[in-house]
């Protein structure tokens, strides 16, 4: 499955930081935003579809098959969301990222590691965010077990096609079926927050200037 989203809403949620996302999320009932030990990597803003894998420990695991199917057959724009249960091993490094890039992907989430860092931000720059990074491999250790299927990342359940938003405050999934709306009020939310910003700094006071909204 590959969601689309128009390139304007992919433009328009990429000049929102994710503080304003998470909280238009909210608005719509749920939790958006991943737990902050999801947090960059590799440096660089997120904005598209998510793809998802999940993966499961196993001694006697393979390379991880659906991961490299959903590197080879996702859309441009894709983010790759790895779920490997908070995993302390890397289930992305510089060949899947090289993948990655020869696809035109646009990052990925991963709930493990990472490794091949330096290669990745000397070599291509592309967007990578996990819990941190270890030189452990996943082959005998862990196997994929499904793609595109719902899976859960930094205490969130993401389907396949949300949204993922990420930048260095962290991330954050839209549900499909709001993205249009969580636009709508993120945009909103950002459009009072700087506002709020030039009635502090016009007032000097910090208290003054949030008593228009009455919020932080």
């Not at 969301?81 to 995993?87: E, H, K, L, T, V």
């Not at 091949?116 to 592309?126: A, L």
């Not at 839209?174 to 910003?197: D, F, N």
Request: glycine share 10%.
């Amino acid at each position: 499955m590959n969601q689309s989203y128009s390139p304007e809403t992919i433009a328009a949620f990429a000049e929102l930081p994710t503080a304003s996302v998470a909280d238009a999320v909210e608005q719509h009932g749920g939790r958006g935003y991943l737990s902050g030990r999801i947090h960059q990597i590799v440096a660089g803003k997120v904005v598209g579809p998510a793809v998802t894998v999940r993966e499961v420990p196993d001694e006697e695991a393979l390379p991880p098959e659906h991961a490299l199917r959903a590197i080879d057959r996702s859309e441009p724009g894709s983010v790759i969301c790895i779920d490997a249960g908070s995993a302390d091993v890397a289930v992305w490094g510089g060949l899947m990222t090289a993948g990655a890039v020869a696809k035109g992907l646009a990052g990925a989430v991963l709930d493990a590691a990472v490794r091949d860092v330096e290669e990745i931000r000397r070599d291509y720059g592309f967007p990578v965010y996990a819990r941190g990074s270890v030189p452990a491999t996943t082959v005998g250790r862990f196997r994929t077990v499904s793609l595109n299927e719902p899976v859960v990342l930094g205490e969130v359940t993401v389907h396949p096609g949300d949204l993922i938003v990420a930048d260095s405050d962290g991330v954050v999934r839209v549900p499909a079926r709001h993205v249009e709306s969580v636009l709508a009020a993120a945009t909103e939310i950002e459009t009072r927050e700087q506002e709020q910003t030039r009635l502090i700094l016009d007032s000097g006071s910090l208290q003054d200037g949030l008593a228009k909204y009455g919020r932080i």
